[in-house]
Nanobody, 121 residues
């Protein structure tokens, strides 16, 4: 079974840091791009950070300079380093990947189950 599993969420005080991880497993041949999304209560899911297969990155404006997305191609994993966290960063964070499995000819979007980030004093 192909899946993405996030970890690293938790409770942190404003100004603190967390590092989210997203590990892939299963019959994955290639990952084209990966990203982190978040969804706060009562709000739509939004893209936080994205990294393409060429390593280029983009971030939503509210996290620029504070969050860093990175990928370990060998492990087929993606990470999100979050610094200077603010209460408005509090949300469930989801990992997304454009996945190509062995035997398939097209990439499909795969989502993790989410990890909760709580920013509170």
């Amino acid at each position: 079974q192909v899946q993405l599993v996030e970890s690293g969420g938790g409770l942190v005080q404003p100004g603190g840091s967390l590092r989210l991880s997203c590990a892939s497993s299963g019959n994955i041949f290639s990952i084209n791009a990966m990203g982190w999304y978040r969804q706060a209560p009562g709000k739509q899911r939004e893209l936080v950070a994205h990294i393409a297969s060429d390593g280029s990155t983009n971030y939503t404006d509210s996290v620029k300079g504070r969050f860093t997305i990175s990928v370990d191609n060998a492990k087929k994993s993606v990470y999100l380093q979050m610094n200077s966290l603010k209460p408005e960063d509090m949300a469930v964070y989801y990992c997304n990947g454009q996945i190509l499995t062995y035997g398939s000819s097209r990439y499909v979007a795969l989502w993790g189950q989410g990890t909760l980030v709580t920013v509170s004093s």
